[in-house]
């Protein structure tokens, strides 16, 4: 196929450098920053570098903050070729998808939002990796007019590029899942690194430390957008959490040490069961039809 990546960050540059390593397709970039695209091309990580002419393209990946995908896609959709399919890694899709496919419509060409379960703590091009996406979960957000052989297609793409489980589910049913799966995790780790004692931490922290602080580094720009445009999901996920941390506070303030010990019982337990629940599950998971 013939592709265009437009944002060549840590995503979009990823993506890039994954189908540059493991297919045949042609890649051409386009980046808001041109000596970005320029160093791609420079390190032959893409073909070439796009124009705002979209035409010829068989897949173009849109791999911007969800306002910026609204707007390049108002910008560019007029250009591109009956028959084209159009993919973004938004994390978070409210009313993405249907404003997508009504611009998309009169043009033929087909609208798929996507959001790929990977990431570092670190943004940008620099960081991109080819291997980002190796055993990852990738997740599709079809609308009632999306056809059944451009999910095909692009689930067949994402699995050239490393990722290995793949949720075909609602844009509505995605973002509650991902207030609880990404979004409380980061809001989490943001909240514990206020804590003063961070300051003398250096030689008392080992795994636990780094595994709930390392995404405390995230982009403060991408992440608030993500985090308003899910509110509501997010506030539900966040009071859940803070009634569960009460119920520790609480053991712990009247000195119960059998109720500490059942919440950490409670606990261990289920999370056993969503290993195990994960380990049942198949590669492929539909969940248009389920609810919450």
Same mark, same amino acid.
């Given at each position: 196929m013939r592709i265009l990546i437009a944002g060549l960050g840590l995503i979009g540059g990823s993506i890039a450098k994954a189908l540059h390593a493991y297919t045949e397709h042609s890649v051409d970039g386009w980046n808001r920053t041109r000596s970005v695209a320029k160093k791609a091309q420079e390190e032959q990580v893409i073909d070439g570098i796009a124009t705002d002419d979209c035409s010829g393209y068989d897949m173009i990946v849109v791999c911007l903050y969800p306002a910026h995908i609204r707007q390049w896609m108002h910008d560019h959709a007029k250009t591109m070729s009956e028959g084209t399919i159009v993919i973004d890694v938004s994390g978070v899709k409210t009313d993405l998808p249907d404003e997508m496919d009504e611009l998309c419509e009169p043009y033929g060409v087909h609208y798929l939002s996507c959001h790929p379960m990977a990431g570092k703590e670190r943004a940008g091009y620099d960081v991109s990796d080819e291997d980002l996406y190796q055993g990852a979960n990738f997740i599709m957000t079809p609308t009632e007019k999306t056809p059944k052989h451009v999910i095909a297609q692009?689930?067949?793409?994402? @699995?050239?590029?490393?990722?290995?489980?793949?949720?075909?589910?609602?844009?509505?049913? @995605?973002? *509650?899942?991902?207030? &609880?799966?990404?979004?409380?995790? @980061?809001?989490?780790?943001?909240? &514990?690194? !206020?804590?003063?004692?961070? !300051?003398?931490?250096?030689?008392?922290?080992?795994?636990?430390? @780094?595994?709930?602080?390392?995404?405390?580094?995230?982009?403060?720009?991408?992440?608030?957008? %993500?985090?308003?445009?899910? *509110?509501?999901?997010?506030?539900? !996920?966040? !009071?859940?959490?803070?009634?569960?941390?009460?119920? &520790?506070?609480?053991?712990?303030?009247?000195?119960?040490?059998?109720?500490?010990?059942? %919440?950490i019982r409670k606990g261990r337990l289920r999370k056993e069961q969503n290993l195990e629940n994960r380990r049942r599950s198949p590669a492929t998971i539909d969940l248009r039809g389920k609810k919450l």
């Open positions: 692009v689930k067949n793409l994402a @699995h050239q590029i490393g990722f290995r489980k793949f949720v075909i589910t609602t844009p509505a049913m @995605h973002d *509650r899942m991902i207030a &609880y799966t990404s979004q409380l995790a @980061h809001v989490v780790s943001s909240s &514990y690194v !206020e804590s003063p004692v961070i !300051e003398l931490e250096s030689g008392f922290s080992g795994g636990s430390f @780094h595994d709930m602080t390392r995404i405390a580094t995230m982009n403060e720009e991408m992440w608030t957008e %993500l985090f308003m445009e899910n *509110r509501e999901s997010l506030l539900t !996920e966040l !009071e859940t959490l803070i009634g569960n941390l009460e119920e &520790y506070r609480k053991a712990l303030a009247a000195n119960n040490e059998q109720q500490v010990y059942d %919440l």
